[in-house]
């Protein structure tokens, strides 16, 4: 029963600072916010915390999962297993054979 709880324990204390890292580190990325394609029908929201939503067309929560950014490098883990990558370059985001701008607030979606 001690050796569970010793395993339990340690499992526990090492995940925690873990999560905050990674938490704190896309929370002061400077990449975190609004990326929409020109015709606003693909918009990705990378959220302070790690996480990210893709919204296409009228779908808003088409896709969600996590991300990390490493450098002008992103990947994604969408939650159903579906991993992608893309890159920053000079302000602006290749990802999937598509380009995506920074936004300050959502363009109307295309119907």
């Known amino acids: ?42 918009r990705h929201e990378l959220l302070p915390n790690g996480r990210y939503v893709e919204a296409r067309g009228n779908r808003e929560r088409a896709y969600e999962g996590r991300y990390e950014v490493t450098g002008d490098h992103i990947e994604y883990w969408d939650d159903t297993g579906f991993t992608a990558d893309g890159d920053f370059i000079d302000g602006v985001l290749h990802h999937g054979g598509m380009i995506l701008y920074r936004r300050e607030h959502p363009p109307a979606p295309d119907h």
């Open 1 to 42: 029963m001690q050796k569970l709880f010793a395993i339990i324990t340690t499992v526990a204390v090492l995940a925690h600072p873990v999560q905050a890292e990674n938490g704190k580190m896309q929370a002061d990325h400077p990449y975190a916010g609004l990326w929409v394609t020109e015709d606003g029908h693909v």
